[in-house]
């Protein structure tokens, strides 16, 4: 399979690695305006693009794909205010998006267990919820997305909780989440549910960026043919996953 890697940071170079780890070529890196300026028009030579670039650049980044008639992966996040619009235009023009705040099987994992707990904790007022996520000092959003869809699970899933903020509350019908940025952190997120007794808390942590890298080459493996707008749980629930 040929590649377009756009973005090319740390998660563009182990994807780059991984990818040709498993057989595929990379034939075109684009991590600047000034590539897309000189390079933009090789996009036709790919099978599909990998995106991780950055919240400035991914939506211009999808509809360049979206113009080339080329199936984008990508796990940039900061534009979720932008997908509902996105999905409806990639539908209407018949296009190839897949998106996931997180590649990691262990994180869409932990996907799950969040909104059984949110469902499980539901009629337990005493408890209040809280999220903490930390990160390396290098990502640019804040909450992270992998925040974003746990809050947005435990709203959905609870009656307790109408909305989240990125700040610590006293609103008991807002869901606080805390963002920290460190050094060398490539990711961990905690759902804790706290009372004057107890505390109940479910915590991922990732040793490395090796798996999130793995789920989006793993994606872009299973994309071409398909159109529309798909996400980790169409992939992971494909009888048609290979080479794990």
């Given at each position: 399979m040929k590649i377009a890697l756009l973005g090319y940071g740390k998660m563009g170079q182990e994807i780059e690695k991984l990818a040709i780890k498993r057989g595929?070529?990379?034939v075109l890196v684009?991590?600047?305006l000034e590539d897309w300026e000189?390079?933009?028009?090789?996009?036709?030579?790919?099978?599909v693009a990998i995106d991780f670039s950055t919240p400035d650049?991914?939506?211009d980044n999808i509809y360049h794909c979206f113009d080339a008639g080329l199936p984008i992966v990508t796990g940039t996040t900061g534009w979720h205010e932008?997908?509902?619009k996105i999905q409806q235009d990639c539908a209407e023009r018949n296009q190839t998006l897949f998106y996931s705040p997180n590649f990691s099987v262990g994180v869409n994992l932990f996907f799950e267990l969040n909104r059984y707990l949110a469902r499980l904790m539901s009629r337990?007022?005493?408890?209040?919820?809280?999220?903490e996520e930390t990160h390396h000092i290098h990502k640019q959003d804040a909450p992270s997305g992998t925040a974003i869809v746990l809050a947005n699970d435990i709203i959905r899933n609870s009656e307790r909780k109408e909305k989240w903020v990125n700040e610590p509350v006293e609103n008991p019908e807002e869901l606080s989440i805390k963002s920290y940025r460190t050094e060398n952190v490539p990711g961990t997120h905690q759902v804790k549910y706290e009372s004057e007794d107890d505390s109940i808390s479910i915590l991922h942590s990732a040793k490395s960026r090796?798996?999130?890298?793995l789920g989006a080459v793993m994606a872009a493996e299973w994309l071409p043919g398909r159109k529309g707008y798909f996400e980790m749980k169409d992939l992971l629930s494909s009888e048609k996953i290979t080479n794990w």
């Open positions: 595929h070529v990379i684009i991590n600047h000189r390079d933009g028009h090789r996009l036709n030579e790919a099978d650049s991914i939506v932008e997908n509902e337990w007022g005493d408890y209040e919820i809280s999220i090796k798996g999130f890298a």
